[in-house]
């Protein structure tokens, strides 16, 4: 245990940081929780309003709300609703960045704020931390704007787009440390020419990597309390794909019903999909009205604790992404959650940087462009003879404990003890 000669006070900044009891990405609570095991105090700052299940935290009236969830400490800021990823959405980030500056000086001073960034629109909680003279650490999960001129959003010669690069570049530019959830984040940078090395002003030595991971004693925990007893999903005689996670046009979910739809030769197969999005009822009627029968359709939303469950019962789990994705490496939730599931995981993109599934031979991560292609990679998995398959989820297991939050909290702990 580290134990801080002067106890920090660190803000964990991030407009999606759920309460303990609807959490979907357990990141920073457990960033929290092992920050404060070793002798800081943690403040988590995040919207007040649950769009998963459409609920406001926050008192009519007030504008943020301080409380306790046992050992977890928050403030939830008061911000419009929204519905889906529009301009909705992007101004419910800038109201909640506006409103920590505004009132920041209602709370606890922090000693550094480690602040989760969607730019350019929550360039102001950058600004809070100058005004209240702390150390800054810039998170990035994603690339804003970049996605959105990935996937065809807007073009990349918009004057919005433009001024929004400006001010991503000004947010890196400020921080004392920024860390991305992917390897491939200090070419990124490079590649805009904003690094001293490249022209520009951030000093590449305060960029630093720590992915996404797994409590791995929570989880195999979890897989046990939490079970939805599905016989279809516990049956020892399918062969159970499982793809858990949102149904949208970019998760090309589509393309994978019709790699399955051209196994339904082999009887035992079966693809199960939980989750929710604006494709989900198109999708069951395309099985209806085309007679895939090999497609099962479960839950929309399902607890992060019924999780390991669910992808634990699997014989293949699925990532599916469109492509251009992972092109800097990938930190989905999934993709750790079923590390510690210990199945096979079969990927349909390749990915950039730290493909942890080729480089431990895991399964598959490829261009899987055509349902031809998703369904032999699928096949090689179904194929293995039983020993080289039970090995292969060892390795899965193995390769889960590097990304254990246990190891990347000390990460972080490094990176804040030299801000």
Known sequence: MIVNKKQKHIWIVNYYTNPPDNVSNERHLKFNYYL??????????SSGFLRQINIDLVDNGKKFKQIQYGEYNFIHIKVRRYKGNG?????????????????????EKPDIILHNIHAPFDYLVSTCAKRLKAKYIAEAW?????????FGLISAKNPIIKWAYSKERKLYERANKIIFSFEGGIDYLRGKNWTNRTGGKIDEEKVH???????????????????????EIESSSTFKIIYLGSIRLVNDVKQLIDAVDLLEDKENIRLYIYGDGNQRENLIDYCKNNSIANVVFKEKRIPLTYVPYVLSNASLNILNYQKGFGDHGISSGKLFQSLAAGKPIVCNIPIA??????NNNLGIAEDLDTPEKYANAILKIYNMNNEDYESMCER?????????????????????EHV
């Open 36 to 45: 404060q095991k070793n002798g800081y105090k943690v403040t988590n700052i």
């Open 87 to 107: 301009l909705d959405r992007m101004f419910s980030i800038f109201q909640f960045a506006w409103n920590i500056l505004k009132y920041r000086n209602k709370f």
């Open 142 to 150: 994603d690339l804003w704007p970049e996605g959105f001129v990935t």
């Open 209 to 231: 990597y720590i992915n996404n991971g797994v409590s791995i004693d929570d989880f195999n925990r979890n897989k046990i309390e939490f079970k939805l007893n599905d016989d």
């Open 353 to 358: 940087y730290d493909d942890v599934i080729t």
């Open 396 to 416: 899965v297991k193995e390769t889960a404990k590097q990304f254990d939050y246990k190891v990347l909290s000390y990460k972080l702990i490094n990176v804040i």
